[in-house]
């Protein structure tokens, strides 16, 4: 069936849409706005809890999507970034995660059937957007304690199993999990899925997206992106990657170490440049474009998109130059 993707990388690069808090700040949202109807009495501030608008403010939501899919993105992420009840617990609405992960994969779904009904040649698909967390397993938050741990690998993996299996039931085609900072957390989540896998005898695509956060190219668990790529390669992924944190130019040469070594699918969605001093995205369009095309000269990915600072205009330019190109060859 063509509509796998699986099978579709092979044969063609797919891009991954762009930032979906980006957007979310595009329409100034205030304390309101998030809370909506159901939550106006609610016991602490919500606003900047992007994932509660998929309940509250559902069609702006759908719009980002469809967006994107405009653009060209043939993939779109839920809005689940911080879709666990660790990072919800800052909002104290853990007990809404099933609902939010549930919903928030119900309107990517309706989007992006709406886009395939419409183009049955150019499928589109749904990723389940899992976060980092706000925690860190394999490092000690405690200057003085450098034993101590925020969180456990299995309150870790709890977390992303109810996440996961949120997003399997609203009917998305794939997992991302991305951003990833501490790979021991990411094992967390890579272990709860393929529990889920196994409970439910489901097969379900993983991409796996690493952060390299800053020159010396590690993640900030230390790892190397080599090292990075090792610890998760015992799962069989569809893609590896890097996202966040960098530029596309920044993250070429990271990048360019993760596809020589691996036999897996690549993906890359970096920011729209280096914040500047107000904390924002500077990055043209087409410079962010210009900059991917080396990732297509080289040959190094799958999957390309955008992460922080890219908008609807980055991913149009960058599917743009991708048309042309060829997708990195991988091995089953």
Request: charged share 25%; proline share 4%.
């Amino acid at each position: 069936m063509k509509n796998n993707i699986e099978e579709i990388i092979k044969d063609k690069i797919l891009i991954l849409d762009g930032a979906m808090g980006t957007m979310i700040q595009q329409y100034n949202f205030m304390e309101e706005d998030y809370r909506g109807e159901r939550f106006k009495d609610f016991k602490v501030s919500v606003k900047g809890n992007n994932d509660l608008l998929s309940l509250t403010q559902p069609e702006a939501i759908k719009e980002i999507h469809r967006k994107y899919l405009e653009a060209g993105a043939d993939i779109i992420e839920t809005n689940t970034f911080s879709g666990t009840t660790i990072a919800m617990a800052d909002y104290q609405m853990e007990d809404l995660v099933t609902e939010l992960n549930f919903r928030s994969a119900k309107i990517a779904r309706e989007v992006a059937d709406e886009f395939t009904a419409k183009e049955p040649n150019k499928p589109r698909f749904v990723a389940g957007s899992m976060g980092p967390t706000n925690k860190t397993a394999s490092m000690s938050p405690e200057v003085n304690d450098p034993g101590y741990r925020a969180i456990t690998f299995e309150e870790l993996k709890t977390a992303y199993k109810q996440q996961a299996e949120a997003l399997v039931d609203g009917g998305v085609d794939l997992l991302l999990v991305e951003t990833v900072f501490d790979t021991l957390n990411a094992k967390a989540a890579l272990f709860a899925i393929e529990e889920i896998k196994d409970e439910r005898k489901i097969h379900i695509p993983v991409m796996m997206s690493g952060t390299i956060t800053d020159a010396s190219g590690r993640t900030l668990s230390g790892q190397t992106a080599e090292a990075f790529l090792i610890s998760v390669s015992h799962i069989p992924l569809l893609t590896v990657g890097l996202n966040c944190a960098l530029g596309a130019k920044q993250l070429t040469p990271y990048l360019q170490t993760i596809s020589d070594k691996t036999s897996f699918g690549v993906s890359a969605h970096p920011n729209a440049g280096l914040p500047n001093a107000f904390g924002e995205y500077d990055e043209s369009p087409q410079d962010m474009a210009e900059q991917i095309k080396e990732y297509l000269d080289k040959n190094l990915v799958n999957i390309v998109g955008g992460c922080c600072g890219t908008t609807p205009a980055h991913i149009k330019a960058i599917a743009e130059v991708v048309k042309d190109y060829k997708p990195r060859e991988t091995t089953d």
